[in-house]
C-alpha cells in the first residue's frame, strides 16, 4: 500500500449527540470531554494508519473556536498530517452539526503526537 494510501484510508470519522450527561452548567460540551474524545479519534486514525501498538505523547494545540451546544451532533474527523521515523501527528477538527437544520461548523481543531511503540514500550519504527 502506498503512502497516500495509508493516508486516506487511515481518515476516521466519529459522530457523537452532545446530551446534557456531557455539558457544563452554560449548557455546552466540557472542554475536557472534547479533548478525551479527540484523543480517542486520533489515536484510532494513528493505529489504523501503522497497525502498530501507538502512544499519545503530546496534544500540541487546542483551538476551541466555538461552543458546542447540549442537543447538537458532533462529527470528530482524525487525519495524519505528518509521518517522521517512530512518530506521527495526527490532526483532529470538531464540527457541530444541529440536528434539525443542516448547519454545519468548525468548533475545535487540534493536533496530536504520538508514537509507535513495541511491547517492551520502546519506540520503534511507523513504518517498516
Not at 494513528?46 to 496534544?59: C, E, L, P, Q, W
Not at 511491547?119 to 517498516?128: A, C, D, G, Q, R
Request: charged share 25%; aromatic share 10%.
Amino acid at each position: 500500500m502506498t503512502l497516500d494510501e495509508r493516508l486516506a484510508n487511515s481518515e476516521t470519522r466519529i459522530f457523537k449527540a452532545v446530551f446534557p450527561g456531557t455539558t457544563n452548567h452554560y449548557d455546552t460540551l466540557f472542554g475536557g470531554t472534547a479533548m478525551m474524545l479527540m484523543d480517542e479519534v486520533a489515536f484510532i486514525t494513528a493505529t489504523r494508519f501503522s497497525r502498530k501498538r501507538m502512544v499519545t505523547i503530546s496534544s500540541d494545540r487546542i483551538n476551541f473556536t466555538k461552543p458546542i451546544p447540549a442537543g447538537t451532533i458532533i462529527e470528530l474527523v482524525g487525519k495524519v498530517t505528518e509521518v517522521g521515523n517512530t512518530s506521527m501527528k495526527v490532526s483532529v477538527e470538531i464540527y457541530i452539526e444541529e440536528m434539525y437544520s443542516f448547519i454545519r461548523e468548525k468548533a475545535i481543531t487540534g493536533t496530536f503526537t504520538f508514537v509507535a511503540i513495541d511491547e517492551h514500550k520502546h519506540p520503534i519504527k511507523v513504518l517498516e
